[in-house]
């Protein structure tokens, strides 16, 4: 008998030995930086090189964040949550690369490996009865899908929303069975860079549209900016030419990110990394950043 035994058996101790496996358990929280398998629920193709995976889920997500989407033995990739539900979010996958082609062989009922969720996301609290005004381009339309989709079921919410959303042509719509229900809810403004006019569809940057907003009072907006760099450049100007305070701009740097720990440093603007510190920032916050 060891002396442990003895010594519990003197004092009298009626505690009980947890089995080894809860002791494991309580020891050994899940770790949300390595990767799980999760099931694919449904795969939806917007475009030759642009689908929608749903894919099942047991984490809290927001608007605005990010996981890592891994296969084994070939690599993973960060990719915006684009909308999600209680036990499933939706991902929007571009073919760019060696991940996103494998991914794009699998099936529904197949697995991928995700980590995460990672980021800050949009701040809706910002946006309780405000004045929302969302424009964003081409593949950033992915990150405020879901944004849209809430306040279009949710209009009381705010107080008004407008949306222009841009693409390079119509063969790179997403999310067009979507629009019939943005339309409807709000005022939504689609352009095309090149192509011809529609009912649906207009020509032009969505830099064009901003004069044809209601911003008589400034006071009351919060604009959110997501696209590609150049594009976020001029809309912002366009914005503060308007009137309105940095502090009212809301911008989605969704650029090299890599590991989403803030270890690699693909990310790094300044002091800052965008895994960690955004995607989302309000942009007088990123008046510092050194791209």
């Known amino acids: 008998m060891s002396s442990h035994t003895h010594d519990v058996q003197h004092t009298g101790c009626r505690c009980e030995t947890a089995p080894q496996s809860e002791i494991h358990q309580q020891q050994q929280p899940e770790n949300r930086l390595l990767p799980k398998a999760y099931k694919i629920l449904a795969i939806e193709k917007h475009t030759e090189l642009e ?10 997500t927001h608007f605005g964040q990010f996981v890592e989407v891994s296969l084994p033995m070939v690599g993973e990739a960060p990719i ?27 099936q529904a009922g197949d697995n991928v490996w995700m980590r995460g969720v990672h980021g800050n996301g949009y701040p809706m609290e910002a946006f309780q009865n405000k004045h929302l005004v969302i424009v964003a381009g081409g593949t950033g339309v992915a990150p405020v899908k879901g944004l849209i ?9 705010i107080s008004q929303l407008d949306m222009i959303l841009g693409f390079k042509n119509e063969q790179a719509v997403l999310y067009r069975n979507d ?51 150049i594009m976020i450049k001029f809309v912002v100007a366009a914005f503060l030419e308007k009137g309105l305070d940095q502090s009212q701009i809301w911008v989605d740097y969704e650029r090299r990110m890599a590991c989403a720990v803030g270890k690699c440093g693909h990310c790094r603007m300044g002091d800052k990394y965008v895994c960690l510190d955004g995607p989302v920032f309000r942009f007088d916050q990123t008046q510092q950043l050194i791209d």
């Open 179 to 229: 629009m019939h229900l943005w339309r409807n809810a709000h005022n939504l403004i689609t352009t095309l860079d090149e192509g011809e006019a529609t009912d649906n569809f207009r020509i032009g940057r969505v830099t064009e549209y901003i004069d044809e907003l209601d911003l008589s009072q400034p006071d009351t907006l919060q604009v959110v900016v997501v696209g590609p760099p």
């Open 149 to 157: 989709s809430h306040f279009c079921h949710h209009p009381e919410q």
């Open 51 to 60: 689908w929608n995976f749903r894919v099942s889920k047991d984490f809290d």
């Open 80 to 106: 915006s949550v684009s909308d999600y539900g209680d036990d499933y979010i939706d991902l929007l996958i571009r073919k760019v690369g060696l991940v996103t082609e494998k991914l794009f062989e699998l």
